[in-house]
């Protein structure tokens, strides 16, 4: 939780591990309720390395002062593709 929106991170750690690394973010709509977009990695224990980069959009509500996750939503490369092209048929671009 944080009480600034440029602090706002998807990034987590578990005893010194980064299991899930951001890359980057873009803050989609800021106010009470603020959408960001990350782009991360998630660490794979198996191969000992991080997988392939995803998206993940994230809606986070501002209260008492401080912002909560309230939804995300998770796009993978199979995904991200599909999303592009539909959004591109609605909008011109």
Same mark, same amino acid.
């Given at each position: 939780?944080?009480?600034?929106?440029?602090?706002?991170?998807?990034?987590?750690?578990?005893?010194?591990?980064?299991?899930?690394?951001?890359?980057?973010?873009?803050?989609?709509?800021?106010?009470?309720?603020?959408?960001?977009?990350?782009?991360?990695?998630?660490?794979?224990? /198996?191969?000992?390395?991080?997988?392939?980069? /995803?998206?993940?959009?994230?809606?986070?509500? /501002?209260?008492?002062?401080?912002?909560?996750?309230?939804?995300?939503?998770?796009?993978?490369?199979?995904?991200?593709?599909?999303?592009?092209?539909?959004? /591109?048929?609605?909008?011109?671009?």
């Amino acid at each position: 939780m944080s009480n600034d929106i440029d602090e706002l991170t998807i990034q987590y750690e578990e005893e010194g591990q980064v299991l899930i690394e951001e890359l980057d973010k873009c803050i989609l709509h800021r106010g009470a309720w603020t959408t960001v977009l990350f782009l991360y990695r998630e660490w794979d224990a /198996k191969t000992n390395d991080y997988g392939a980069p /995803k998206a993940g959009l994230r809606r986070y509500q /501002k209260s008492g002062g401080v912002f909560r996750k309230r939804d995300g939503i998770n796009l993978g490369e199979k995904n991200i593709p599909l999303l592009i092209s539909q959004l /591109k048929t609605w909008f011109e671009v």
